[in-house]
Every structure is written in C-alpha cells, then in structure tokens.
C-alpha cells in the first residue's frame, strides 16, 4: 500500500474560540500547525484541547484527519484560504483517500499507531467557525468528513512524517459509508454492522441499538 503523507500536525493550544451565549462557552476548533515533534497520548496529541467531550475526544476520537485533496475542493467552492487546521483537524494530509478508508484499518505515522475509527459529522459550531451560512447541509452534501482515529501506540507524529496503511479490514465499511448511514441514507445503517467493533466505545451501543430497530422495521 503507498503511503500518504502528513502535511501539518495541528493542535487548538490554549487559544480557544470563544462561543458566546453557549456551553461550554468555548470550542477547541480553532487549531494552528505546530512545529517539530508532537507526543502522541493515549486521548490526542500533547497540546491539543477537546472541550465538549460528549462530543469530541475520547478514546474512539482522540485524534482527527482531514485530507488537503478535500481542503482545495473546499477552497475552490468557497474560494478562499484554508489552511491547515481549519477543519479542526489534528493531521493535514495528502495521499489518503480518508473517505475510502475501512473502519478498523490501522496506520503508522512517525512513532505511533493509529485506527481508523469513525466518520466526523458537522455541528453549528464548525459553521460558526467558518461564518458560512448553510455549511453544515452543504458538508453533509459533500460527504468528505475526514476521519477519527484511536491510539493504539503512543509515540510522536510530524508534518513530513510517511502515513503507511499497515493493516486493512476485509468488510468493507468505509468512512464514507458510515458517513451516509448515519445522515443522509439511514436505511443503510445495516450495512456497518460488521465494523461495530471499531467504532468509538461510546457510539457502539447506540448505533447497534439504531440498526436492530432498523432491522425490526424491515423485517
């Protein structure tokens, strides 16, 4: 498998965005590239603050991906810069179809392992963020929503490193694919079923109870 490459590795620091009149009252969004090595931990990168944790980080989430290919679609459609970080992610990277990437496939970047665990799905946050109206319907449109990872081995990460997909599932199951089921075309959430088990902890039980009713429902 050819190996990606990591462009930026960006963490949120103590600049936090502010988000008045709402809880928390604060958003780790706002992340900026940072030089040298960054320790990888067991829940995220050394620097990098998750503040909304019912939402954000967490063993399933600790560290998030956006691909540069999808950052320059985004930048032609909205024309202007988007430089590393603006997507909130953690790795800027180029060479990874992270749409295309199966749930549960592993990679070695610099010292650390990662998993590929999870699809990202927008909130009014990153639209607030953005100052772009309807940014959450048209993202969803879009489809390219980058992708959770969990730690499997700490170690330490930067721009330059060599992302190699070291290991790959057979099922299936794409970002992409759990992506639509949980948005836009739930009717496909049966067709996770076989990656559950690399799913975030805390999203399992949900969405295994989701695709039962679904199953009920059809049957």
């Known amino acids: 498998m050819s190996p990606g490459r990591v462009e930026a590795v960006c963490v949120s620091g103590s600049d936090l965005l502010p988000l008045p009149g709402r809880r928390p009252g604060r958003s780790g969004i706002d992340k900026r590239p940072v030089a040298g090595r960054v320790a990888v931990h067991p829940l995220g990168l050394d620097g990098d603050v998750q503040v909304n944790r019912k939402y954000h980080g967490g063993e399933g989430q600790a560290v998030y991906a956006y691909a540069q290919e999808d950052a320059d679609w985004w930048a032609a459609e909205l024309d202007r810069e988007l430089p590393a970080g603006r997507f909130g992610e953690n790795l800027r990277t180029t060479g990874l179809d992270l749409t295309g990437a199966v749930l549960g496939e592993r990679w070695r970047v610099g010292t650390a392992l990662f998993e590929v665990t999870a699809c990202r799905i927008p909130c009014a946050n990153f639209e607030r963020f953005w100052g772009v109206p309807q940014l959450v319907r048209r993202f969803t449109a879009r489809g390219a929503s980058g992708a959770y990872l969990r730690v499997l081995e700490t170690g330490d990460v930067g ?30 959430l049966p067709e996770i079923t076989p990656a559950l088990a690399h799913l975030p902890l805390k999203d399992r039980p949900k969405l295994a109870a989701r695709i039962e009713k679904r199953l009920g429902a059809t049957a």
């Open 159 to 188: 721009a330059g490193d060599a992302v190699e997909v070291v290991s790959r599932p057979d099922h299936g199951v794409t970002v992409g694919l759990l992506f639509r089921a949980t948005t836009t075309q739930r009717r496909r």
